[in-house]
């Protein structure tokens, strides 16, 4: 599998369960090591490198089922991001500080001392993405952000990765199956079958391209 | 066969369902959509004897089921597939549907039962000594629901089934439940994928924070004008 990411887009990553996604994403992370090949980021090469070393290097990502620390307030669990996942570690007042400005980016500050129990489907989503964004990526990995929503919620989510590009210029990797929301956000299109790449490109013209219909639309979507 | 009349549910101080009334015939399909908070998975909750009723009462067949625990509902015949699947990871695919078929009646049916899920889920039989936890999304679910099925329910209760699946697996997975119903199943399923959704069933309920709005034959649902922008996305 070859393929390049762009300094400053939205890519989106499509495929059937099971296509090789989150393995991809577990590779780049550095929860899995790849068996061959290399990973660049930037000049650096990564493949292989522990979770943690990438997240300092500038690589962030979030996770399909979100698992805050339960017993942690919203604030806490992003402060813990922030404090731990930066390059430099930072103070506790600082990573705090920082928490804070995160959560209202996302939407979250109304209650930053609440449990992050008291979230639902929505509040869930956007902790995840604070918590990823706290640790000041470059680059954010995003794993079904859309995923449990409904139309509002997703159309509130889809405007905060837009955001995340614009305000904080994040280059975004984007895996979802939500195609109508998907396809309106990202500049290019990769779509994986059973671990190999079969489409790359434009969002309409991957729309379009019948392997791509045939192994992951199952039939064909209009585009507004 | 299902009758839900003026039931109100909630979590400790918290509200989530008011005076909610729905009934459900059998060899129906019928769907319940709206917004996430709204009380959908609450619902399907008071139905399976996960939590009580506040007030208001519910029946099956007749027989009122209001206050009854989940196992007795189960064996009076109503299954839940639940929210995000909850397949037992580390069992095999064997197992897992070894475990819908704990009560008795059922274990006493279980070779043919077995044999009903497979027909159905062809790839069920392929994978069933393989852990659960290794299938994909779409498999997983079609496992959540023939556990459901192993329990021989005669209505059963589908919560978010396309939730997390691709699309090509979202169709093919309404396709199943469509088969599942042609089975003689009845079928009551929360969904957030109304356009699909609809097209599956014969008729639908709105619920809005707790309240059901609205409530008519699939078709005529999908033309409403609000439904359409806010639930939709046309």
Request: proline share 4%.
């Amino acid at each position: 599998m070859s393929f390049e990411v762009r300094q400053g887009e939205i890519l989106g990553l499509i495929g059937p369960n099971g296509s090789g996604k989150t393995t991809l994403f577990n590779c780049v992370s550095g929860a899995l090591a790849p068996t061959a090949g290399s990973i660049r980021f930037g000049e650096q090469e990564i493949a292989g490198l522990t979770p943690d070393k990438v997240c300092h290097l500038g690589i962030a990502r979030t996770f399909q089922i979100p698992r805050p620390f339960r017993k942690l307030t919203m604030l806490e669990n992003v402060a813990v991001a922030a404090h731990f996942g930066a390059a430099k570690r930072s103070s506790e007042t600082e990573a705090r500080r920082r928490a804070r400005e995160i959560l209202d980016l996302v939407g979250l500050s109304s209650a930053p001392g609440a449990l992050t129990t008291t979230l639902g489907a929505g509040g869930l989503k956007k902790l995840e993405l604070a918590r990823a964004l706290a640790t000041g990526p470059r680059l954010l990995l995003a794993d079904e952000s859309l995923g449990g929503l409904d139309s509002s919620e997703m159309a509130g989510a889809a405007d905060l990765l837009r955001r995340i590009r614009r305000e904080l210029g994040i280059t975004i990797v984007w895996v979802e199956h939500i195609m109508a929301t998907l396809m309106r956000v990202v500049d290019r299109v990769v779509v994986l079958d059973h671990g190999e790449k079969i489409a790359e490109g434009g969002p309409r013209d991957v729309a379009e391209d019948p392997r791509v219909v045939e192994a992951y639309l199952g039939e064909k979507v209009v585009l507004a | 066969m299902l009758a839900l009349r003026n039931v109100t549910a909630g979590y400790g101080a918290f509200t989530a369902l008011w005076d909610v009334s729905l009934d459900v015939a059998a060899g129906e399909a019928v769907a319940v959509v709206g917004p996430n908070g709204a009380g959908k998975t609450t619902l399907l909750r008071v139905i399976s004897g996960m939590i009580a009723p506040r007030s208001g009462s519910l029946a099956f067949e007749g027989t009122p089921l209001t206050g009854r625990p989940a196992y007795e509902v189960v064996a009076r015949g109503i299954a839940h597939v639940p929210e995000g699947r909850r397949i037992f990871p580390m069992l095999t695919v064997a197992d897992n549907l070894k475990m819908g078929a704990y009560l008795k009646t059922a274990r006493r049916a279980y070779a043919e039962s077995l044999e009903r899920v497979f027909a159905l889920f062809p790839v069920l039989s392929e994978r069933r000594r393989q852990r659960a936890g290794s299938l994909s999304g779409g498999e997983q679910q079609m496992l959540a629901v023939g556990r459901a099925l192993m329990s021989r329910p005669k209505l059963v209760l589908l919560d978010e089934p396309s939730m997390g699946l691709a699309p090509v697996m979202v169709l093919r997975l309404f396709d199943l439940i469509r088969r599942v119903r042609e089975e003689g199943y009845t079928i009551l399923v929360v969904e957030q994928n109304v356009r699909q959704v609809l097209k599956l069933v014969d008729r639908a309920y709105l619920l809005e924070a707790g309240h059901l709005k609205m409530e008519g034959r699939a078709e005529a649902l999908a033309e409403q004008d609000f439904v359409r922008k806010a639930y939709v996305g046309l």
